[in-house]
């Protein structure tokens, strides 16, 4: 009796575990499922187990949806069987149906067809939404199992031609969730090879873990039929087709004992006659309705209990996470903070989340995505490159020379050429330096909105249980930000126009114009030496460590200068100047320039006819002869698009140094400063958000849960509750169990 009792306890938490998970899927339960055909004796089977005749009675398909009964046994006891019962079925919000109690068996067989009726639209198919239905009865007891529609092969009146299929579906569903204990019910007087039940069941199970095979109308095997007879005994003795639950037979009640009204519990009389012969002496442990009603019993409280530790430990684990959650939302018990407080409090929590993501440098920095800062740095410096890579390919060289070709000739006008003209370089390195315009003052508006967008989502995230709040944050950062987007398209348009302004001939990387023009450098920028101890950086910019650093040279090297005896005069710093040139000037060959294809090849003619274009005109020259103006203007614009193409060698490395620069130093330090506000900044955010409100009303106004947030709250609330029954209904259930049985293996 002990172990019934642990049973019972079992199989009642079973139960209000599935009463507390009706609308939630966290857990897979233990199930009974009983499948067989139509004709195998299933529907007298499920009744036998119950102990009450509830199931609607037809011809054709009767169960046409997933039945699934529980019973529960009380602990008031009444003279006679039947007296204390009752059935009661569950609140169906989506066909309208209330909460029922039944005490007389036949109105409860109505309700049963009349649920059904709603669910498959008074068609004969089928449904896959299942009816509950609880029988508490102190005369059996607990027990659960889920009645499916039976397996048939024709479709009658008005069912689908695909009924079959449909049913198959419906079973299926059922038998191949591993909690599923199949049932597979077989009428013991027909060909048991031909066993729907028993086909599905070993493709779904097929090393028969969780089928139990029951044989129906053993009262029908023909007396004279010893070889019918000996085959389902062998089957039930678990020879012929072992199962890892075996086998079990029964005895339904006759279709003459239905007429009669003969009842279930009187007909046990039959059964015990019929299992008590002879022939079925070796299998009498293995016979019997009350045998099978033990056996899942034992099945079901065995299963619930394997289960019952790792469904606390989830539950607490899943609890745990909605705490944080819920704590995160600013809903964990306590008192909640309101007013100018909580503003204060949420401002504080954006500038944090932003200051982390734009900046940086904290051991608490994500791993699972870019930072909005990492983005923002990998934007502006990669499509930077691309901006300038545009810029620089708007032109082709035939359109640029033939450009500078006309520039060049109405500069001239009708006079004849003499000298070089300089205006015809401003005016080809304006067009050159313009292209670049529009690139980056389209990464500005991108760069922006990537910024913005980034703002906003942390905002949301931060903010979503105050959308109207949010919506203000959001809007005052945007409106800094775009603020600072209008200072940098003036700095960009300004830095644009200094350089088209104002070519710097003299700039010492500028050398071809410096030989061009005969001029020299008047105004030399010696920037390989750097500190006070005259630190050299060479050629590719390393530090040279020589005697340099200990004794300071007298005379100062500048690779780049020319001879100043060309024009210039006055400058004492060049007159020391040796005339050994540096190593610098020396042709570089990279090694990516050996072996290349002839396009490559043909490039780098086109590029030595245009880039080179002067110095090889230079290097013609011999003796004193200092410059040489080529007659023809064709070759005049092509020295100019030289000089030129030089030239924006220069401005392109500035233009591409600086603009990275600008951008991220407007757009996020100065909208971290924002955040700061203090002396280095004029505002703030948390003052411009206080400036916008001056008064309760507006406070209150803005910090108005939204309704996608008071959902979230209710559904964690609503999850939160179920995990915490969850959590009682097992530890009451392992309370109350005998403490060997809980913990005895198997």
Known sequence: METDGNYKVLVEALSRLQDVSVEKTVFSFPKIIAVGGQSSGKSSVIQGLIGREILPKGVD??????????????????????????????????????????????????????????????????????????????????????????????????????????IQDVVLEYMEDPDSIILAI??????????????????????????????????????????????????????????????????????????????????KSTEKSITSKSEFKKIRDRLGIDTLRRFLTQILAKRIKDQLPSIKEQSLEELADINAQLKAFGEEDGQEIIGQELIVLLVEDVMQTIRLELKGYDCNVGTDALSLGAVMNKLIKGETIKAAKESREQYSVSQFHQELQIALSNMYACQDPMMPVQLVLDKGVRILIETYRAPFMALLDKACSTLCSGIDEIAGKKLFKYPRFKDLVSSVLVEEIGSNKSKTREYLQMLIDVNQ?????????????????????????????????????????????????????????????????????????????????????????????????????????????????????????????????????????????DLCLQYMLIIDEQLVDLLPKYLITMLIHKTLDFLEGGSVYGNSLLREVNSKLTTPDEVEKYLVKGNLHIERIKKLKSQKQYFEDTIQIVEKAIDNLNYEYFFAKG
């Open 186 to 267: 077989m009428d013991a007087s027909q060909d048991i090879g031909s066993s729907e039940a028993l086909k599905f069941a070993e493709k779904v199970d097929p090393d028969g873990e969780r089928t139990l095979g029951v044989f129906t109308k053993l009262d029908r095997l023909e007396s004279g039929a010893k070889a019918v007879t000996k085959k389902v005994i062998d089957y039930i003795s678990n020879r012929t087709k072992p199962l890892k639950l075996g086998y079990i037979g029964v005895v339904n009640r006759s279709q003459k004992q239905i007429e009669e009204g003969v009842d279930i519990t009187s007909a």
């Open 501 to 641: 302004k104002f070519i710097n001939t003299e700039d010492r990387r500028f050398i071809l114009a410096t030989n061009i023009m005969g001029m020299g450098i008047r105004y030399p920028n010696n920037n390989r030496w750097w500190f006070k101890e005259n630190v050299q950086i060479d050629s590719q910019g390393c530090l040279m460590a020589t005697n340099s650093m200990i004794n300071i040279p007298e005379k100062i090297e500048n690779a780049m200068d020319i001879d100043v005896a060309q024009g210039q005069e006055g400058d004492d710093e060049n007159e020391d100047n040796d005339d050994d040139g540096d190593e610098s000037d020396a042709e570089y060959v990279s090694p990516d320039d050996e072996g290349t294809t002839k396009k490559d090849s043909a490039l780098k003619t086109l590029k030595k006819k245009v880039c080179g274009f002067t110095k090889d005109l230079q290097d013609k020259l011999s003796g004193n002869q200092a410059v040489r103006y080529p007659i023809h203007k064709r070759d005049q614009a092509m020295m100019h698009v």
């Open 61 to 166: 398909i009767v169960t046409r949806c997933p039945l699934h009964i529980r019973v529960h046994q009380t602990t008031t006891t009444e003279g006679e069987a039947g007296e204390g019962e009752y059935i009661k079925f569950s609140k169906e919000d989506k066909y309208k149906c209330a909460e029922e109690t039944y005490t007389d068996m036949v109105s409860a067989m109505k309700e049963i067809d009349r649920r059904t009726e709603l669910r498959t639209r008074g068609t004969k198919n089928v449904s896959a939404e299942k009816i509950v239905v609880d029988l508490y009865s102190p005369n059996f007891p607990d027990l659960q199992l889920i009645d499916l529609p039976g397996f048939t092969k024709t479709a009658v009146g008005d069912q689908a031609q695909d009924i079959e299929q449909q």
